[in-house]
């Protein structure tokens, strides 16, 4: 059980085109999901938390109108990598909380990023 | 700022022998730790977790200690395999959000 899906699993894409990538939990409702950036050989950095049916709220220095996060359902949170560029190239990471507690995560296996 | 740190970022252990990783957490009012494993283009794995009103807790082959004291936290791996080769991250939690530490490369060699 707790199992997190992301899609895409990887994806190339032209500067300045935008790219969506979506995580689903599978045999959980989910009511808070996380989406992480994770750049070669660093930690995983915390982007923003996506709450089901209200705006995503972001961590500093994280631009709200290029990274858009949408959580439409208990199941599905998407973010949204606007007019994308070559700095924006990482291994992207979703993780969702369950309906039983605020603390375990359960991540998914991320999307790697590359723009050209 | 909060911040969680690694000592070393990169271990080098015989296969057999016990592992161990160290981290640093800065802020006292986290409430929770856990370490995971993350396996190079991989999402993170679970390995342990703690509260802090715990000084231990121990699974299969691992065994995680907590020093709230000097704010620290390690991992400890009991015959370490090639397949425990990958990179761990300790990571703490007191809003619910998880705050990463820097990670640590275990390298396990034959």
């Known amino acids: 059980g707790a199992v997190v899906s992301q899609h895409p699993s990887w994806v190339i894409c032209k500067s300045g085109t935008s790219v969506k990538i979506e995580c689903r939990s599978l045999?959980?409702?989910?009511?808070?999901m996380f989406w992480y950036r994770q750049f070669p050989k660093q930690s995983l950095m915390l982007m923003a938390t996506?709450?089901?049916?209200?705006?995503?709220?972001?961590e500093q220095g994280v631009e709200k109108d290029k990274f858009l996060i949408n959580h439409a359902s208990l199941t599905l949170s998407t973010l949204t990598v606007t007019s994308a560029h070559p700095e924006d190239s990482s291994f992207y990471i979703c993780?969702?909380?369950?309906?039983?507690?605020?603390?375990?995560?359960?991540f998914g296996p991320g999307t790697r990023l590359t723009v050209l | 700022g909060e911040s969680v740190g690694l000592h070393l970022p990169t271990l080098s252990v015989q296969e057999g022998d016990n592992s161990i990783i160290n981290c640093a957490y800065s802020?006292?009012?986290?409430?929770?730790f856990i370490w995971y494993k993350q396996e190079s283009g991989k999402g993170p794995q679970f390995i342990i977790d703690?509260?802090?009103?715990?000084d231990k807790r121990q699974g299969q082959r691992v065994t995680v200690l907590l020093n709230k004291t000097v704010k620290h936290l390690s991992l400890q791996i009991a015959a370490t395999q090639p397949g425990d080769s990958a990179v761990y991250f300790c990571?703490?939690?007191?809003?619910?959000?998880?705050?990463f530490g820097q990670g640590t490369t275990l390298q396990v060699k034959p």
């Open positions: 993780s969702a909380h369950g309906t039983s507690g605020i603390d375990e995560q359960f």
């Open positions: 045999d959980f409702q989910a009511t808070t």
């Open positions: 996506s709450n089901e049916g209200s705006k995503a709220t972001y």
């Open positions: 802020n006292s009012a986290s409430d929770y």
């Open positions: 703690i509260r802090s009103n715990m």
């Open positions: 990571a703490e939690s007191n809003t619910g959000k998880l705050i």
